[in-house]
């Protein structure tokens, strides 16, 4: 048989897979019980054939299906959210030895700008402030990043303001966490491919990687162009009742590694973990999270969190073909 191009492969792929919504007919609800994940991604599985069908209903997330239209087999689903990204009001990017007393100096700020301040309460305020500020000195040694650090404790001192001021205003203490600044996204909730399927081609990527890139992408743009959306994330790689250990930078991605093929029972959990996360950052073009926050559920508190930026992914998508056609 002729070997196929990457075009070709795509053409053919292109033909044979489509995407539904879930409930778009109610025999879905019956056709997902037969999904079967990869071994250690029972999870993922155990959420569509247990989960997904009422998730979708009250609109916790919105879950669709990958179907091949001549098998009619589930090949893929995935599930999305309404996701939001924010950097805090104490996003300062400081050193660990600027931290603490970069703290003590805005306390001490604050503690000066409280009305009806005692004099024993006022000088102590200003014993710590001159303190803090002498410490500074000592750690940073560096005039022009001084004098950064002092106009940032103004300003932090000033949204802290604005927030206790604000908050007192509207009574919304209890349900109100201010933060500096938010930024639209769209969290990933799931991905998982049924292990049953196999092509009838010979692929020279991952079939995961046409899903994202030909069919979930495309589907994302299109939300972005409706609503502000800046980002997209997901967590990767949910290993909460396997593996207990914090690990630094996984080891880079492999072309012989299938992230949804049966795993090595012999093999470690961890390094697994870490494929799967490389996966993405090398097939995905997802990033680690870095400059801004993102809110996380506490069952997903073991995984890793990754970031893309929606302006990114059409060159993504082009750099990923363009690696797998040479």
């Known amino acids: ?133 002498n410490k500074l000195w000592e750690v940073v040694n560096e005039p022009d990043r001084v004098s950064q650090l002092f106009s940032l404790a103004e300003d932090k001192v000033q949204l802290l303001e604005e927030k206790r001021e604000a908050l007192s205003k509207t009574g919304e203490e209890d349900h109100i966490q201010q933060v500096h600044e938010t930024f639209p996204a769209i969290d990933i909730k799931f991905l998982g491919r049924n292990k049953e399927y196999k092509s009838e081609i010979q692929l020279d990527f991952k079939l995961g990687v046409y899903i994202f890139w030909e069919i979930i992408v495309p589907h994302l743009l299109e939300i972005a162009e409706k609503v502000g959306c800046k980002y997209i994330y997901l967590f990767a790689a949910d290993n909460t009742e396997e593996n207990e250990d914090t690990v630094d930078m996984p080891p880079m991605w492999t072309q012989d590694y299938d992230p949804y093929a049966d795993d090595d029972e012999n093999e470690c959990a961890k390094e697994e973990i870490l494929k799967l996360v490389n996966y993405y950052i090398n097939e995905l073009k997802f990033r680690y999270v870095s400059k801004y926050k993102i809110l996380k559920p506490h069952y997903e508190r073991r995984c890793y969190t990754l970031v893309q930026e929606v302006d990114s992914l059409s060159s993504n998508r082009r750099s990923v073909w363009q690696s797998h056609a040479k």
Not at 1 to 6: A, D
Not at 74 to 92: E, K, M, Q, R, T
């Open 1 to 133: 048989m002729k070997k196929l191009s990457i075009e070709e492969q795509k053409k053919f792929l292109f033909k044979r897979l489509k995407t539904e919504p879930l409930r778009k007919t109610n025999e879905n609800q019956k056709d997902i019980k037969a999904f079967v994940q990869a071994t250690k991604g029972e999870k993922i599985s155990y959420y569509l054939t247990h989960n997904a069908w009422d998730d979708d209903c009250t609109r916790n997330t919105k879950v669709f299906l990958v179907r091949d239209q001549k098998t009619k087999e589930i090949v893929f689903f995935f599930a999305l959210n309404c996701g939001i990204l924010f950097s805090d009001l104490n996003s300062w990017n400081l050193s660990q030895a600027e931290k603490e007393p970069f703290d003590k100096y805005v306390d001490a700020l604050l503690k000066l700008k409280e009305k009806n301040l005692s004099k024993a309460d006022e000088e102590y305020a200003n014993e710590q402030l001159n303190e803090s500020m």
